[in-house]
């Protein structure tokens, strides 16, 4: 029995400089890569990215654009970053042309992949599935140009999915999207495990967990607790992911680099509460293990993280709108909850005690194998 193909275009992908980028993309396609045979496009951040890769079962391609060694996220976003990003995506796509495929064609991030895969699928070899996941929709999707390029691109999907019911309705509302699924991006099954390490400190211990930058929210966390502690708060701050950004003037957080799922899953274990002030957001996998942990979070409402809690049980929500005050709420908070520990308690509980499902990586493949199936009968 001939094996089905999948041909995935993403807008962001591990590569050899920064292996942990989009990790939760290249591990979903890895298990998804027992069922269907994959080829992968993805931009090459850094020269030293490879521009062919054969990764286990997983076929990938990058192309090279004028990215200046950095990310979107990093300020790799320009006009001359971004004309030639779809430049180069255009044109390794357009080896699809060439290729007889009779598959399914899947988009991670709709804005510019949408737009630019369109022209090389065919609703009937070769239909396009598109996985909206945060700043497609939310950042680039708003402006008059995104806007356009992503509603044209969605036009010809036949199946469009949404991280998040907000972004779901967001692509509704404003971009005509009559029929979109959520499907919120599931964690690694490392974290049904059973604690192996508790509390090690008395001082309340902080947890950070991703990118270090602005755009994520770890400049606000980062200055946050330095107030706390400049104010007297026996506070520490563990900081998981690799970026740019380090400590804030005479500050240094505990810096651990990338690690592994189970990694991540022992800070938590050790953590008392989870820090995620970000300026915009799907639904974040690291709130869903921070859920998996009955780890408190402190975090903006934005995107998908009101709707994985139970009104306020088990998180804090950082309601202030300018920089200095989100800060200066981070320092409150941490001060009360050195001084009242048993809200962290109650916290962990209500975790606990949620009937709100938490998502795994097996339950998206699951679903992506279902849809994959659907659209190609």
Same mark, same amino acid.
């Given at each position: ?75 790799? @976003?320009?006009? $001359?970053?971004?004309? #030639?990003?779809?430049? !180069?995506?255009? *044109?390794?796509?357009? /080896?699809?042309?060439?290729? %007889? ?80 699924? @959520?499907?919120? $991006?599931?964690?690694? #099954?490392?974290?049904? !495990?059973?604690? *192996?390490?508790?509390? /090690?400190?008395?001082?309340? %211990? ?91 979070? !402190? ?79």
């Amino acid at each position: 029995m001939a094996v089905p193909k999948l041909r995935v275009f993403s807008a962001s992908w591990p590569g050899k400089v920064e292996p942990w980028r989009a990790r939760f993309i290249r591990d979903l396609h890895a298990d998804l890569a027992h069922e269907f045979e994959t080829q992968v496009i993805a931009p090459a951040v850094h020269p030293d990215d490879p521009t062919e890769e054969q990764d286990g079962n997983l076929r990938v391609r990058r192309f090279r654009y004028r990215s200046g060694g950095k990310s979107p996220r990093q300020g790799g @976003v320009g006009l $001359v970053q971004s004309c #030639s990003w779809m430049l !180069a995506g255009r *044109k390794e796509l357009k /080896k699809w042309q060439s290729e %007889q495929f009779d598959g399914v064609t899947l988009v991670h991030w709709g804005l510019p992949g949408a737009f630019l895969a369109a022209p090389f699928c065919n609703p009937e070899k070769s239909p396009m599935v598109v996985w909206c996941h945060g700043s497609d929709v939310h950042r680039h999707g708003r402006g008059i140009l995104g806007s356009f390029l992503l509603r044209r691109g969605l036009k010809s999907a036949v199946k469009v999915m949404a991280a998040s019911a907000e972004m779901a309705s967001e692509l509704k509302s404003l971009h005509g999207v009559s029929d979109v699924e @959520v499907l919120p $991006v599931g964690i690694d #099954s490392v974290f049904q !495990a059973p604690a *192996k390490i508790g509390r /090690k400190e008395a001082r309340l %211990q902080a947890l950070w967990v991703g990118e270090r930058i602005e755009s994520k929210g770890y400049g606000r966390a980062l200055r946050g607790v330095q107030q706390a502690v400049a104010r007297g708060v026996s506070v520490s701050l563990e900081v998981i992911g690799e970026g740019p950004l380090t400590g804030f003037r005479d500050y240094i957080p505990t810096l651990r680099g990338s690690v592994d799922s189970a990694g991540v899953r022992e800070a938590m274990d050790r953590a008392d509460l989870l820090l995620l002030p970000s300026h915009g957001e799907g639904t974040p996998l690291v709130i869903q293990e921070a859920r998996s942990r009955n780890l408190p979070v !402190a975090a903006t409402p934005v995107g998908g993280i009101p709707d994985l809690f139970e009104a306020e049980n088990g998180w804090f929500p950082l309601n202030a709108k300018s920089e200095t005050d989100l800060e200066s709420e981070i320092c409150d908070l941490l001060a009360l909850l050195e001084n009242q520990p048993e809200i962290l308690q109650k916290c962990r509980q209500d975790l606990e005690n949620s009937s709100i499902p938490i998502q795994y990586r097996c339950n998206n493949t699951d679903r992506l194998t279902e849809i994959f199936r659907e659209v190609s009968s």
